[in-house]
T-cell receptor, first 118, second 110 residues
Framework: GAVVSQHPSRVICKSGTSVKIECRSL??????MFWYRQFPKQSLMLMAT?????????EQGVEKDKFLINHASLTLSTLTVTSAHPEDSSFYIC??????????????FGPGTRLTVL | EDKVVQSPLSLVVHEGDTVTLNCSYE??????LLWYKQEKKAPTFLFML????IEKKSGRLSSILDKKELSSILNITATQTGDSAIYLC??????????FGPGTRLSVLP
């Protein structure tokens, strides 16, 4: 099946710094990728839809200046948490689909990135 | 506001039991409903359902969608300890984004 990777898998940073998380589709091209946030014992919360070649679409309540998303190519999307604070500590997961023609198809998830802000 | 509800939120059974997990939704522009299994890290895909009344099956797992009732069930027969996980239901909306339910935490005891 299709593989999605994320890097880093775990990051610890100081408050006020910025952290970049990469999401790559390894063996397929993804015009659309999704970024989720998951708090302990809770479900996934969609943060934004990352579109290759255009601006990301953010869900209501998600600060676009705080969570910068760039979809640089058909295989790479990045999420940058700017000026991170302890409340940004969470598990961040990306996903990408193999569908074409507007169909998202089956979604493949990256392994996730555990962010801890001290 | 679009929402996906799952029940029960938590379930404890013994090996060999059969379980039924429920998912109901209220969303605009429904496209498909998906089931995922989440163990330690990222979810893994189980089923995608688009048509009402057609059962999808994979081993001991099966699922069906009822568009009239805006719901879906996931059945697991002859449960094993390896089935212990959180089962997530998600609804895909046209516009290519998803709404996830809260998940059902299933614990299968030996």
């Amino acid at each position: 099946g299709a593989v999605v990777s994320q890097h880093p898998s775990r990051v610890i940073c100081k408050s006020g710094t910025s952290v970049k998380i990469e999401c790559r589709s390894l063996d397929f091209q993804a015009t659309t990728m999704f970024w989720y946030r998951q708090f302990p014992k809770q479900s996934l919360m969609l943060m934004a839809t990352s579109n290759e070649g255009s601006k990301a679409t953010y869900e209501q309540g998600v600060e676009k200046d705080k969570f910068l998303i760039n979809h640089a190519s058909l295989t790479l999307s990045t999420l940058t948490v700017t000026s991170a604070h302890p409340e940004d500590s969470s598990f961040y997961i990306c996903s990408a689909g193999t569908g074409s023609g507007g169909a998202s198809g089956e979604q493949f998830f990256g392994p996730g990135t555990r962010l801890t802000v001290l | 506001e679009d929402k996906v509800v799952q029940s029960p939120l938590s379930l404890v059974v013994h090996e060999g039991d059969t379980v039924t997990l429920n998912c109901s939704y209220e969303v605009t522009n429904f496209r498909s409903l998906l089931w995922y299994k989440q163990e330690k890290k990222a979810p893994t895909f189980l089923f995608m359902l688009t048509s009402s009344g057609i059962e999808k099956k994979s081993g001991r797992l099966s699922s069906i969608l009822d568009k009239k009732e805006l719901s879906s069930i996931l059945n697991i027969t002859a449960t094993q300890t390896g089935d212990s996980a959180i089962y997530l239901c998600a609804v895909e909306r046209y516009g290519q984004n998803f709404v996830f339910g809260p998940g059902t935490r299933l614990s299968v005891l030996p």
